[in-house]
């Protein structure tokens, strides 16, 4: 099957910095990818979705200007989490699909984001 | 607005049981519902995509059931093993465009 990576697995970092996170989808060429977010025994919600080679679209709620999100080429796509506060700790995940609109998406391991 | 609801929240059975997991969904409208599991700190794994138009779907031990109509997917677990435990989240699609919309999920501990 359809394998997405995520890099890296877990990040510590101090309040106020920035951290990238990256999503690649490896064997397969990825026109959409989408980027979520799951605080603890919750669901997933939706951050944003990207298209290669245009702007996000981001969910209501969701600061643009501070999550930033790439979809530079159809295999890589980051979200960089800008001056991040401790209310940004969250498990991240990455989820890529290869077609149009209900097209099977395949998700990436996640990566646990503590600020602190 | 598309809600999903998992019920029950958390079920804990003995090795061996067959078992049911329910998810239902308020806008019949969708383009697929899909099962997925989640291990602890880990991603999602698909296990069965239904299209809107099928009504069920199987996979080994595993087959889920769709009724649009009325708003429901069931996913059945046959002769469950301690390896099924996970939490299982169903995920639905509407028509028109790309969003999925999450249940709040089932966490499931099979004992040995």
């Known amino acids: 099957g359809a394998v997405v990576s995520q890099h890296p697995s877990r990040v510590i970092c101090k309040s106020g910095t920035s951290v990238k996170i990256e999503c690649r989808s490896l064997d397969f060429q990825a026109t959409t990818m989408f980027w979520y977010r799951q605080f603890p025994k919750q669901s997933l919600m939706l951050m944003a979705t990207s298209n290669e080679g245009s702007k996000a679209t981001y969910e209501q709620g969701v600061e643009k200007d501070k999550f930033l999100i790439n979809h530079a080429s159809l295999t890589l796509s980051t979200l960089t989490v800008t001056s991040a506060h401790p209310e940004d700790s969250s498990f991240y995940i990455c989820?890529?699909?290869?077609?149009?609109?209900?097209?099977?998406?395949?998700f990436g391991p996640g990566t646990r984001l503590l600020v602190l | 607005k598309q809600e999903v609801t998992q019920i029950p929240a958390a079920l804990s059975v003995p090795e061996g049981e067959n078992l049911v997991l329910n998810c239902s969904f308020t806008?019949?409208?969708?383009?697929?519902l899909q099962w997925f599991r989640q291990d602890p700190g880990k991603g999602l794994t698909s296990l069965l995509l239904i299209q809107s138009s099928q009504r069920e779907q199987t996979s080994g031990r595993l087959n889920a059931s769709l009724d649009k109509s009325s708003g429901r997917s069931t996913l059945y677990i046959a002769a469950s093993q301690p390896g099924d435990s996970a939490t299982y989240l169903c995920?639905?699609?509407?028509?028109?465009?790309?969003?999925?919309?999450f249940g709040t999920g089932t966490r499931l501990l099979v004992s040995p």
């Open positions: 806008d019949s409208a969708i383009y697929n």
């Open positions: 989820s890529a699909s290869a077609g149009a609109a209900g097209e099977t998406q395949y």
């Open positions: 995920a639905v699609r509407g028509t028109g465009f790309q969003k999925l919309v």
